[in-house]
């Protein structure tokens, strides 16, 4: 979320949530300055977010991830917006193909963009000197996820975004074996293998000759990975799998993981309609 993150969206089949998973209010602490501009970030609530993060920034001006952060809260902001994350566009297939094109905000585009520089550049200079540094890789995965989901989701450009789902799921399987804890980027992996892995034998053959991970099985276990033990992405993951559910027509499950971003994030009002969807 298609692209890299957001394409999870289109997934067609999931496994049942883990009753020992942890309620979001566990995961992401209010009082954590930066677990707390996430947690505006999933509660639309944008303007809060960007001060949170920008104050992050101006404290910590070398740390590449903030800036990242700040630029998925532009992107959330611009989903918002638009009406992307609403789970009909994806629950059917026909209904995404023919939706209403988008029609981007060029100021906000504007400073996502100068978000996604700032922090490629902090990054890169540190993993010159250090190419291990997690945070640093961390920071460069999700770039291209943002990336890749502004051009399949907000543009409408979707074999465009391959290329970030690809250089993605490669950095992401780098910074893995730097840090295998490191379970918001076992996301990236999960969805180059179980998109690609929905595609036609032909396709994922060529995808393969091209050094695509097109495992749909795998794809799903390293996407549960994120949803039960994931940090900043971990509500990203659930919602994922939420509208999976209802792609499978599993009602039960899906209000269950609605029932806890709901509780998690009282201000999103997409919970709520997605949950009056399964009534």
Partial sequence: MASLFLACFLLGSTAPADEGWVPISDVLSPSVPFDQGYRQMYNLEFEAAHRTFQDWEAAHPEDPLAFSSDAAAY?????????????????????????????????????FDEDLAKSDTLADSILKRSPQDSRALFAKVLNLGLRGDYVALVQGKGWASLKFMKQAGVLADSLLKVDPHNYDAYLA??????????????????????????DKDKGIQKLELTAAHGHYLLPFARLLLAVAAMRDHDKPQARKLLDDLAEAFPNNHLYQKELARLQ
């Fill in 75 to 111: 992107l959330f902001d611009e989903f918002d917006r638009e009406g992307i994350l609403q789970s009909d566009l994806f629950v059917d297939d026909q209904t995404f193909v023919k939706r209403k094109t988008p029609r981007p905000d060029p100021a906000l585009k504007q400073a």
């Fill in 189 to 214: 992996v999960g969805v180059e293998n179980y998109m690609l892995g929905l595609s036609s034998a032909p396709v994922r053959w060529m995808l393969r000759i091209y050094g695509a991970q097109t």
